[in-house]
Nanobody
Framework: QVQLVESGGGLVQPGGSLRLSCVFSGSAFDLYNMYWYRQAPGKQRDMVAVTTIGGGTNYANSVKGRFTISRDNAKTSVYLQMNSLKPEDTAVYYC?????????WGQGTQVTVSS
């Protein structure tokens, strides 16, 4: 069974940076497209970024130029480097692994951007 464990969330001031990590276990990591999603209170869960098994990446318009997703197949991990953080980036961030629907979810890590 696939397990995903996120870490790296916390409280940061506007303009600051955080790096989220997600460790994957239980299957062949290099066969999965890996995503970061986020969900703010009272809102739907939205995709933030994806890194594919072919090495491609894609981002939500709201984070382009500020966030960078990367994966390390040797460490079976995916990362989200978040720079120039804004209050509207405040949310629970979830790691998602998908080879076939519905995929697997981590437990989430809280990111709060506030002064």
């Amino acid at each position: 069974q696939v397990q995903l464990v996120e870490s790296g969330g916390g409280l940061v001031q506007p303009g600051g940076s955080l790096r989220l990590s997600c460790v994957f276990s239980g299957s062949a990591f290099d066969l999965y497209n890996m995503y970061w999603y986020r969900q703010a209170p009272g809102k739907q869960r939205d995709m933030v970024a994806v890194t594919t098994i072919g090495g491609g990446t894609n981002y939500a318009n709201s984070v382009k130029g500020r966030f960078t997703i990367s994966r390390d197949n040797a460490k079976t991990s995916v990362y989200l480097q978040m720079n120039s953080l804004k209050p509207e980036d405040t949310a629970v961030y979830y790691c998602h692994a998908r080879r076939l629907a519905p995929g697997y979810w981590g437990q989430g890590t809280q990111v709060t951007v506030s002064s």
